[in-house]
């Protein structure tokens, strides 16, 4: 299982990405089962509150899988990068509040993943990024979207054009993060009590209107064709290759 989940209380739940060896990277698999996942606590109504964390020590999620893209047609581009973007709305519109414990690598597809989740708590050493373009693609799980709805335009145009790499505390600064902690997973379950001892109706009544406030704009649709789009160039293959090989990818902008 690539997704490992259990209820820590009646009311709190703690979801796993769960392939450290892949610095738990996002393969269909993967996606496939937070879908099927997300379905059933969407039914479970003691659930209030879910907290989704990484496996391992290393990283929340580094992405999307590579290797599994580098293949991809622009048609299975789309379809992968459609799929993303409706179980991260499926996640981001889930009747609970759902907190990332960040606690390593949170880059590309695992960003867009924290980006869906209502709260982010990093640890000090996490980073962060949208490195997309040194493999000769864009985001393709919402970051186009969202990140711009929440650094604004000038900043994610800058992090998703450089592919940039920024620390915790660059992510506290922009907003990326709510909060820094030597323990995010227990700082997450600390809002979580919290969270949970309020008038849960209200909170969810609160979370539909806050989200309501920009869902309607969201291009996820427009995103993913763009990124389709991208693996109908070569430099798209120069640049997965060239990730797999472990060396530089020698773009020619075609
Ligand atoms: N996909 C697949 N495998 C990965 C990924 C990934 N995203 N990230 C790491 N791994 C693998 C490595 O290949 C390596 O495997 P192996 O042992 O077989 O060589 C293993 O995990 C450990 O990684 P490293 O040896 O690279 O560890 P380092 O500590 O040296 O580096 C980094 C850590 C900096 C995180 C590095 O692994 C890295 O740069 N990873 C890729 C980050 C990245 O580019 N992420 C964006 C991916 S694209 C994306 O997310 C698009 C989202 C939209 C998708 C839409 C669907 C179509």
């Known amino acids: 299982m690539n997704i490992f989940y259990e209820k820590i209380s009646n009311n709190i739940g703690?979801?796993?990405?769960?392939?450290?060896k892949h610095l738990n990277s996002l393969n269909k698999q993967t996606l496939k089962e937070l879908d099927n996942l997300i379905d059933d606590l969407k039914k479970d109504d003691d659930l209030?509150?879910?907290?989704?964390?990484?496996?391992?020590?290393?990283?929340?999620?580094?992405?999307?899988?590579?290797?599994?893209?580098?293949?991809m047609t622009s048609i299975e581009a789309l379809e992968f990068s459609k799929y993303g973007n409706e179980v991260f709305f499926k996640l981001e519109t889930l009747n609970k509040v759902v907190i990332a414990a960040i606690n390593g690598f949170c880059l590309g597809g695992g960003l867009e993943l924290a980006l869906?989740?209502?709260?982010?708590?990093?640890?000090?050493?996490?980073k962060f990024g949208q490195p997309e373009v040194n493999l000769g693609i864009i985001p393709?799980?919402?970051?186009?979207?969202?990140?711009t709805n929440i650094i604004g335009i000038s900043k994610a145009k800058q992090m998703i054009f450089t592919g940039d790499i920024i620390d915790a505390s660059e992510a506290l600064n922009l907003g990326i993060v709510n909060s820094i902690s030597d323990d995010p997973l227990s700082d997450a379950i600390k809002i979580a009590n919290k969270i949970t001892s309020k008038g849960f109706k209200a909170i969810i009544q609160a979370k539909k209107a806050i989200n309501l406030s920009y869902s309607k704009a969201l291009l996820l649709d427009y995103e993913s064709e763009c990124f389709a789009n991208c693996f109908s160039t070569k430099d798209q293959k120069e640049g997965m290759s060239a990730f797999i090989q472990k060396r530089i990818p020698q773009f020619e902008n075609k």
């Open 14 to 20: 703690l979801l796993k990405i769960n392939r450290p």
């Open 48 to 71: 209030l509150v879910l907290i989704i964390t990484g496996e391992g020590e290393k990283a929340f999620v580094a992405g999307a899988d590579i290797k599994e893209m580098k293949d």
């Open 116 to 126: 869906a989740c209502d709260i982010r708590i990093s640890s000090k050493v996490s």
């Open 140 to 147: 393709g799980f919402g970051a186009t979207q969202r990140l």
